[in-house]
Structures are given as C-alpha cells and as structure tokens.
C-alpha cells in the first residue's frame, strides 16, 4: 500500500469500506479522523529516531502511523486479531512497526519490552482505561513517559485537588509515581464513530521517586483505600471501619498531626504519606 494520510474522514471510511470491517464498540473501537491530534500526540511522546514505544491498541493504523513517522521504534498491542488484514496493508511502508496481536494486559510485557527505556502513547480503548492506565504505571516495567487519550472526566479525576468531588484514590495512584500535565481536549467529532463523551490527552512522566517517600507503601494506599472508600466519614471512622482500632487510630492521628474529624477526601498526599508512617512507627 502507498503511503497515505490514515488520520483523515475519507481514508478511515475508506478503510473501513475496503476490508467490510464492523467497528466494535466493546472493544472501543473510535478512531481517530484528526491528523492535528495525531501528530500532537506523537509530538507530546517526546520520540526521536529509534526510541522504543509502545502502543495500545492502534486499530487500523492512524496514531501508529504518526508515531512511526518519528523514526521510533513502535511495538503496538492489539487485542483485535481480525485487524491484522488491515494493519498489514496500512503499516506496510513502516518498517519500524511491530504489532503484537495480544491483550496488553495479559501479553509478557517484561520479556518483551526488555531492559531498555521506553516511552508510551495510545488512545485508550474506554472501556479498560482505568486497568490499564494502573497496570503499566505501578508495574517495574521500564516505561518513563505516558502520553494517553482518555475520557475527559477520567483525566479530570487524575488531575483533580484535594477536597473536589474529582479527588480520589485514582489521582493519588497516579501522582504518587508521575506528574501530569493535560496536553489538550479532544472533541467526538474526532473520530469515527463518535464517542459521547470529550476526551483529553494527558501526558504523565514517571517521577525518579515517588511523590512522598514513606517507610511502607502498602500501608499508605491502604490509608488511601479507607479515605476515599468512605468518602462520607470523617477519618477517624474511616479507619475504625478499615480494621483499625479506635485507640490506634486516635495516636496515628494525633503523631501524623493530622485532624480525624476531617474527611479522607480532603487529606493531600504529603498528609496520607505522614499518616502512613506514623502507623508504620506505632505498629
Ligand atoms: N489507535 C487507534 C486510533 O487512535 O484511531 C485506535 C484506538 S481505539 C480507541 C482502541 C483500540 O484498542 C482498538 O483498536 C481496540 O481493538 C484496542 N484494544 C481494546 N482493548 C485492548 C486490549 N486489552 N489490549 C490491546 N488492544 C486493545
């Protein structure tokens, strides 16, 4: 196949037209129509030639396509082997293109992505943001840079203050190990078929330590878990209802200096991280 713009109304529809392909929507089948997005995408994964970078879920080319024109090397997963007939053909002029027809969650990352360092882009399938977002973030694998398209209002969530109603356990799990920095908002008439909602674009690096350093990680999302899993109880109830006896929780409380009375939402993360240690002491 020559090379063609694959990011534009008429090819996709083209595309889809050529190889009869039914869109599916469980699998969250949008793609995009924008060459703009893609290209910006593809400038916010900070590529250069030959830097390795994963996809998730390239459908029928359209970001890989601009991410291939980096000159990086793209290794793209794809749960949808019907799409290779497709892939075959769009990807043909890039031989700097690897599609891996795997579920990203269940393919061997480590074994595949190795020891070098490695970038991320895609546009999320909606249905998996969330799983996905939180598998490749808190796993060891060696990727420093995601730059992810996702619902806007679960960007909003990994963005939001403390004490919004958009704060939540997902914001903490997702600044603890990055920074995150929106790189635009995309509306449905970016794709085909449009989704419902408006996306964004974050773009989230992975931080040389984590946001707060505590002596015991699993303690402070523990905490974490307790604040937002009872979003309306003040935290010394919180933590009662966590398992934590009521005495205990009164000294964590009074060494991290921090106010029971308040609601877990409100807490900032250097709070929770103070929380954590002080558990972590009087245990
Ligand atoms: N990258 C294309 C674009 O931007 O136009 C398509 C993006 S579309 C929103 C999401 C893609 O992810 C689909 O091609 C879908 O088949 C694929 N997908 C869904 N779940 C997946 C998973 N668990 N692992 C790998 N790919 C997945």
């Known amino acids: 196949m020559i090379e063609v713009e694959l990011a534009n109304r008429q090819a996709v529809q083209y595309i889809v037209r050529r190889f009869n392909l039914r869109l599916k929507h469980k699998l969250g089948q949008n793609f995009l129509i924008r060459p703009d997005v893609v290209e910006a995408i593809a400038r916010a994964a900070e590529l250069d030639e030959g830097t390795p970078v994963m996809e998730i879920g390239p459908g029928i080319g359209t970001l890989t396509q601009a991410l291939a024109r980096t000159g990086a090397e793209v290794t793209a997963f794809e749960i949808d082997g019907s799409l290779e007939r497709v892939l075959t053909h769009t990807m043909e002029p890039y031989p700097n293109v690897h599609i891996v027809y795997e579920d990203v969650l269940k393919a061997d990352l480590p074994h595949i992505l190795g020891n070098r360092e490695w970038h991320a882009?895609?546009?999320?399938?909606?249905?998996?943001?969330?799983?996905?977002?939180?598998?490749?973030?808190?796993?060891?694998?060696?990727?420093?840079?995601?730059?992810?398209?996702?619902?806007?209002?679960?960007?909003?969530?990994?963005?939001?203050?403390?004490?919004?109603?958009?704060?939540?356990?997902?914001?903490?799990?997702?600044?603890?190990?990055?920074?995150?920095?929106?790189?635009?908002?995309?509306?449905?008439?970016?794709?085909?078929?449009?989704?419902?909602?408006?996306?964004?674009?974050?773009?989230?690096?992975?931080?040389?330590?984590?946001?707060v350093i505590v002596k015991d990680e699993s303690?402070?999302?523990?905490?974490?878990?307790?604040?937002?899993?009872?979003?309306?109880?003040?935290?010394?109830?919180?933590?009662?209802?966590?398992?934590?006896?009521?005495?205990?929780?009164?000294?964590?409380?009074?060494?991290?200096?921090?106010?029971?009375?308040?609601?877990?939402?409100?807490?900032?993360?250097?709070?929770?991280?103070?929380?954590?240690?002080?558990?972590?002491?009087?245990?």
């Open 121 to 211: 882009a895609a546009n999320l399938p909606y249905y998996i943001t969330t799983p996905i977002l939180l598998y490749l973030i808190q796993s060891e694998l060696p990727i420093s840079l995601f730059v992810f398209m996702m619902q806007k209002e679960v960007a909003d969530r990994i963005m939001a203050d403390p004490g919004s109603k958009a704060y939540g356990a997902l914001t903490i799990a997702v600044q603890y190990y990055c920074t995150v920095e929106k790189v635009m908002d995309i509306p449905p008439t970016a794709f085909i078929p449009r989704p419902a909602v408006t996306s964004t674009v974050l773009k989230m690096r992975r931080r040389e330590q984590p946001a």
């Open 219 to 283: 303690l402070f999302f523990n905490l974490v878990k307790m604040g937002f899993g009872q979003r309306r109880k003040v935290f010394a109830n919180a933590m009662k209802m966590g398992g934590i006896p009521a005495d205990l929780a009164g000294r964590i409380l009074e060494k991290a200096g921090v106010d029971g009375k308040r609601r877990g939402e409100t807490f900032s993360m250097e709070e929770y991280g103070r929380l954590a240690d002080a558990w972590y002491d009087l245990k």
